[in-house]
């Protein structure tokens, strides 16, 4: 009942839509403001010190309850403008796995002369981050958006909200930003399965695999971390540049990650940990792989674009 | 972005103190002393465990801090409620709220109290440097707020912001103040303390308590006057007439008489006298009084009595006729009690009336005779009269000769008693200072006086001032005038050098400019106002609509000069846009700046070559790392720009 009135109110009210992709300008129509809970409390003060000065006829009671009275108003309207024609541009919202912290990276940009103070920016009950812009300047602000589980999921709707300068009045309005957030299933270690020899085979000796220990040799960028010859490199005093060991594998094929070599006792969400678990593991040993999935399957390919559409591809997984 | 803070900064505090302090500061003045140590002290303490990044509290000491105060509030005012002890309460209440002082909720009912605890000083003291010291707590408490809700850390730039607030408000309290409908009198019944500690004439006289009142230069009231200010000899303004005499006080006699006639024998004088509180009813008009507000009346002896004590500063309109007779046809019993003497005291002073009344059978020759006595003999006008015991007028009169006016006054009454003429003291004050910076004319307690009055048949009451037959320059110049040096004066009238004098009379006429505009700025005022604005008989439904019209129009004014102003575009496009002006080159919408450049190449080759380098810095400026020197390398390029025209 209350969400079907929220919902009203959001639609009839607040005309509320999805913003659409790019930049939007925070305009009159789209801040809201009302007092806060300070806000009243300094009324019922300013009414109390009202009705004393009126009792005892004091002149300067009067004119410190007006000046007062003066300031609640200009604080009213500076609240309002700290968020008054910001412009917001929902960047993106990078890919996290299940139980990792989602964020929604929010460009605010001022192209005021005064800078905009202590604005918080905040996604349903999550902790707001708060930020100060300054003039004519930008700043990127990391929204922390609700727990979720995989899958890919809407961003929900952003408050924007400020209380400054003075605390009385609170002003906020909404962004809705047509980002959808990506939830990868959370990865399970579990051996890979093993390689498959290349299609096109024959001359497979000697391709780099991780399976035999081949010997040493000087470490590239690209190699894992995990291939690092940590005990070899420390004996150098760190003079010469790191080692890395090297594998033969050995067949030195692909991988195919098919989900029918998951465990087929395991439920959906297992079997795609564990899919997603070997992916990193492929990607990390720099093997390529191919993805099967029941509906969907990857060529084979590797590198991080490969391991983003793949995981997407789980992360996507109707369940 | 930043991660979230905690509900309170550390640097929130300070502001805090230091507001706290500067709205309870006032109070030390009044307050009593072991409560300002203990708020001093829980105040340090507070300065203390911040410095000291101390944690919180142990949980038995607040309740203890609280009882302890209480019990002391209690204990000095013998309640915990009143205005006084309310105050005190306030004050402690807000110490302890510091020391709890967590959330933001503590923090704005810290501030709360703080304004709340600045109003409670206006009970006791409204001048010019009280509305001073209340701008300056209202900015640090504005300060204190914008800090709280995350005002720069920088102390100067928060005040600055604050300051820039706190100006903005102003515009909305001088609407307020002119055009909110104002209250006449209390909206419920004040405490019993409402109104303390204030001096003034009082009901009776003995020797020596005028005296005592002389020494005080504190205002009594001010009198501007529609004409010219008559002259000072002739402002006596009268207070309690005293008929009642037991042989050392003077008092007023219970019985009301039949009302006073006065007939005017001159033109009516009108004045406009704004009296200080003083918690009497005797409103000091101009003798003899023609026309008083009509919350006040005219008693039988002349006097102008106010229905309700003058519990606050009050302005009233009279006139008065200087020439004047007044009750000619007295009542006989009136006459009889201003006959009376107590049995068998001052044998001397009966002697001496005696005798004159056997040497000159008239009432009016025996006055003249009493006054050539008090001019020929040798009297002395002081301050400081010697001590007077049983038979005080006989000693006075034959033996210390040394008096102030009511001495004066009482002797010469005693002794017209004794004549057979009937008399009577008067008090009130008399003459007044003018001010030639504002034409007003200020009576200070120092100008308190008594005199006498006689009755003389088919002339009515007289007025006989035998202080004038002794020292007739305290009529003419005023007591500072009259005194000879070494008399304990009230020091502003010792001011003798000239630039003194000078800025005495400036800070007072600011002084009464501010008690008249500002401090004076009733319903009356309001409706005078609002005439003027021309709008006559207004009631509080016009003030209010009045007021909605103004405070919508200051919003409004506000709302459109703070959020309608144009955003100046970032510095890189303001000189991009000074290049292409400078060059008298265009730039197409949606063309990027390597087109223009491209474009130019064909059409004017020269013209792309002096741009060249301007768009280099451009892009670096616009969209190259953000580094400071990018910007003064694009202003370096414009700058180098020619500055003939490309023709």
Known sequence: ?319 | MMPTRPSIERGVLPWLWLSALAATAPHAIDQAGWLNAFAATLLALVAWRWWRHAGPLPRWLPPLIALSGGTGIWLTFGTLFGREAGVALLVLFMAMKFLELRSKRDAMVIVALGNFLLLTHYFQNQDILTGLWLLFTFWLLTASLVRLHGGPDDWRANLRQAGMLAIQAVPFMIALFLLFPRIDGPLWGLPADAHAGRTGLSEDMAPGSIAQLARSDEIAFRVSFAGPIPPRARLYWRGPVLENFDGRRWLRHPRQAPVARVIAEGPGIAYESTLEANQQRWLMALDAPLAWPASARLDSRLSVVADKPLEARQRLRMQAALDYRFNVEEDPRTLAVNLALPAKTDPRTRRLAESWRNQAREPARIVALALRHFREEAFHYTLTPPLLGDNGIDQFLFETRRGFCEHYAAAFVVLMRAAGVPARVVTGYQGGEINPRDGYLTVRQSDAHAWAEVWLENRGWQRVDPTAAVSPLRIELGIAGALPPGEPLPPLLRLGSDWLRELRFGWEALNNAWNQQVLGYDTTRQRELLQRLGWPDADWRSLGLLLGGALSTLLALSAALILLRRPRPVPEIRLWHRALRRLRVDCAPGETPHMLLARLHEQSPHTAECLAPVVAAYIQARYGPPTKNTLADLRLAVDRLPRWRLL
């Open chain 1, 1 to 319: 009942m209350r969400a079907a009135v929220e919902r009203f109110l959001q639609r009839h009210l607040f005309r509320w839509r999805t913003d659409a992709a790019g930049t939007i300008r925070l305009g009159q129509r789209r801040v809201f403001i009302l007092p806060t809970r300070g806000g009243l409390l300094f009324a019922a003060t300013l009414l109390a010190m009202l009705l004393a000065a009126i009792n005892y006829a004091l002149a300067l009671g009067h004119a410190l309850v007006f000046l007062l009275g003066g300031l609640c108003l200009t604080g009213m309207i500076h609240t309002f403008r700290n968020l008054h024609g910001l412009h917001l541009t929902a960047v993106r919202c990078p890919p996290v796995f299940a139980g990792e912290t989602a964020l929604c990276e929010i460009v605010v940009e001022n192209d005021d002369t005064r800078e905009r103070r202590a604005i918080e920016l905040a996604c349903a009950d999550r902790p707001p981050s708060r930020c100060d812009i300054p003039a004519q300047g930008r700043n990127l602000i990391r929204v922390i958006l609700p727990a979720a589980r995989r899958g890919e999921h809407a961003v929900p709707r952003i408050r924007l909200q400020t209380v400054y300068p003075l605390g009385l009045f609170t002003a906020w309005a909404y962004l809705q930003p047509p980002l959808h957030s990506l939830i990868y299933p959370t990865p399970l270690l579990h051996p890979l399965p093993p390689a498959r020899a290349r299609s096109d085979g024959g001359q497979g000796q000697h391709q780099e695999g991780q399976e035999d220990f081949a010997g040493l040799r000087q470490r590239q960028p690209a190699d894992p971390m995990r291939h690092v010859a940590w005990k070899a490199s420390a004996r150098d005093d760190g003079e010469r540049p790191l080692l890395a060991k090297q594998f033969a594998g050995g067949e030195g094929g692909e991988l195919q990650l098919d989900w029918q070599l998951t465990d087929p006792a395991a439920d959906l969400e297992t079997r795609l940990s564990i899919l997603s678990g070997w992916l990193l593991q492929a990607d990390a040993a720099g093997l390529p792989y191919s993805l099967a999935l029941p509906n969907a399957s990857i060529p084979v390919a590797a590198g991080p674009a490969q391991l983003e559409r793949c995981l997407g591809e789980l992360a996507r997984y109707p369940g």
